[in-house]
């Protein structure tokens, strides 16, 4: 499923790069942003901000910390 038409940004690219963000060294959090610039893209209309940061948030549901996850309050 097609989240960003304007730079063809599928629902499965952001869940991978969020999974590798949230996986890596360094504890950060995750924005938009951040998953545009991780995938090479800017965003150009705006209008997929909310679901981009909709999916960022529903792949942090079931973060694989076990509740000690520093990303999450």
């Known amino acids: 499923m097609i989240v960003c038409s304007c730079n063809a940004i599928t629902l499965t690219e952001i869940r ?3 999974e590798e963000l949230h996986a890596g060294p360094v504890p950060r959090v995750i924005t938009p942003g951040v998953v545009y610039r991780a995938l090479g893209h800017r965003p150009q ?3 997929c ?3 981009v940061a909709e ?3 529903q792949s942090l549901q079931g973060c694989c910390c076990g509740g000690t996850c520093k ?3």
């Open 49 to 51: 901000l909310g679901a």
């Open 71 to 73: 990303l999450k309050s």
């Open 16 to 18: 991978r790069v969020v």
């Open 45 to 47: 209309c705006g209008s």
């Open 55 to 57: 999916v960022i948030d």
